[in-house]
C-alpha cells in the first residue's frame, strides 16, 4: 500500500471518531457550538485529505455532508434529525473506505440531506453565504515542523489549499536552512506567513490544516486592519 494512502487511512479513524462521538453528543444535548465546529472541522478534514489522497468519492460525499453543517453554523440551529443522519454518513465513510460501500445507498443519504436543506448542496454561492458580508484579512503564521515531508498532506499541498481560501500572499523564511554539507532533504527547514483575503472566519481557515492544529506551530490572528 502506498505510504501516502495508509497515513491517511490512519487519520481518517480519527476524523470519523471524531464526526461519532460529535454527533452523538448533539443528540443529546441539541444544539452546541462548540460540538458543531469539532465535526465540522473534521469533515471538512476528511474532504480534503480525502481528496489527496485519492479518494474523490469519499470527498464529494464529505463535502454533501459538510454543506449541511455549514448551514447549521450560520443559522445556530439544526434540525432534530440531523446527527442521526450523520451518524448514517459516518458509516457509510467508513464503507468506502474499506471498500464495501453501496453507491446507491451513498446516494439515497446524499438525498436525504439536500430534503433537509435543499439550498445547501455544494456550490460556489454556497460559500459566498457566509456570515462575514465583507472580505476579512489575517495574517496566518504556518511552522510545520521538521518531519513535515512525512505528513499527509504534505507542506505544499497545504500551501495549495490556503490559496484556495482566498487571495493571499505567501512568504517563505528560509534562515534555518543549514549549509550544504549539513543539509538533510528528509527535513523541512522552511516556515511560511500569509497574508489571506477571505470571507472564511478562522475556525474554517483552522480546519484547512488538520495536522498543524495538533501541536505544530499553525497561528491565526484577524482580522486585521
Known amino acids: 500500500m502506498d505510504d501516502t494512502i495508509e497515513i ?31 465535526l465540522f472541522r473534521a469533515l471538512h478534514t476528511l474532504k480534503g485529505s480525502g481528496a489527496l489522497a485519492g479518494f474523490n468519492d469519499l470527498s464529494d460525499f464529505a463535502h454533501e455532508v459538510e454543506s449541511a453543517w455549514v448551514v447549521v453554523r450560520e443559522r445556530h440551529s439544526m434540525p432534530q434529525d440531523l ?6 454518513a459516518k458509516d457509510q465513510f467508513q464503507a468506502i473506505l474499506e471498500g464495501s460501500a453501496d453507491p446507491d445507498f ?15 448542496s455544494p456550490s460556489a454561492q454556497r460559500r459566498d453565504r ?26 505544499l499541498e497545504m500551501l495549495d489549499e490556503l490559496r484556495k481560501i482566498g487571495d493571499c500572499q ?8 543549514p549549509q550544504l554539507e549539513q543539509l ?16 472564511k472566519d478562522p475556525v474554517e481557515i483552522e480546519a484547512c490544516f488538520p495536522l498543524w492544529t495538533r501541536g505544530q506551530e499553525f497561528e491565526i490572528e484577524g482580522p486585521i486592519i
Do not use: H
Open 170 to 177: 505567501i512568504e517563505g523564511y528560509f534562515d534555518r536552512v
Open 106 to 120: 451513498t446516494d439515497k443519504v446524499i438525498s436525504r440531506f439536500m430534503e433537509m436543506f435543499p439550498t445547501s
Open 83 to 88: 446527527p442521526d443522519l450523520t451518524l448514517e
Open 8 to 38: 491517511f487511512l490512519a487519520e481518517a479513524e480519527e476524523w470519523l471518531e471524531t464526526i461519532e462521538q460529535a454527533a452523538l453528543q448533539l443528540n443529546k444535548e441539541g444544539f452546541n457550538a462548540q460540538l458543531v465546529d469539532e
Open 130 to 155: 457566509l456570515d462575514f458580508s465583507k472580505l476579512m484579512r489575517y495574517l496566518i503564521t504556518i511552522d510545520p515542523g521538521r518531519d513535515a515531508f512525512f505528513s499527509v498532506p504534505g507542506p
Open 184 to 199: 538533510n532533504s528528509n527535513v523541512c527547514y522552511v516556515y511560511w506567513t500569509a497574508i489571506v483575503l477571505t470571507k
